[in-house]
């Protein structure tokens, strides 16, 4: 005689996954508060995962990965704030560089912390 299989344990981000398809959901009119407050405490008592589809069987498909994250921005676009900045450096550095004999890679160090600072931050 075979052995059953056990069952695959849900983990965070599957619960997760199911709460938010519930919220486009109940945010689109088709659960009502009290079926959306008792799915999700179903959701976030789910131990396993053959127990999540069952909390969205009744509902159109899920939305696409597409819809629901932000299109990524190309990476050849430059942000405006970084072209002023740029020139607006590249002004002073030339004007340290006459008047004050300050090194103009100065200024392209203070480029560089900016731009390395709006990476982390942002992320764009």
Do not use: C, K, N
């Not at 009744?58 to 932000?70: A, E, I, N, V």
């Not at 704030?81 to 590249?90: A, E, S």
Request: glycine share 4%; net charge neutral.
């Amino acid at each position: 005689m075979a052995e059953p299989t056990p069952r695959m344990r849900a983990g965070d981000e599957d619960r997760q996954r199911v709460v938010e398809q519930l919220g486009t959901h109940f945010a689109a009119g088709r659960l009502t508060i009290d079926e959306f407050d008792d799915r999700v405490v179903r959701a976030q008592a789910a131990v396993h995962l053959d127990e999540l589809p069952a909390l969205t069987a009744d509902l159109p498909g899920d939305p696409s990965p597409q819809q629901r994250t932000r299109p990524e921005r190309s990476a050849t676009r430059i942000p405006p704030v970084l072209v002023l900045l740029v020139v607006l450096l590249l002004a002073w550095s030339v004007a340290a560089t006459v008047i004050y004999r300050v090194p103009p890679l100065f200024g392209l160090f203070l480029l560089f912390v900016f731009i390395r600072h709006m990476r982390w931050s942002w992320r764009w």
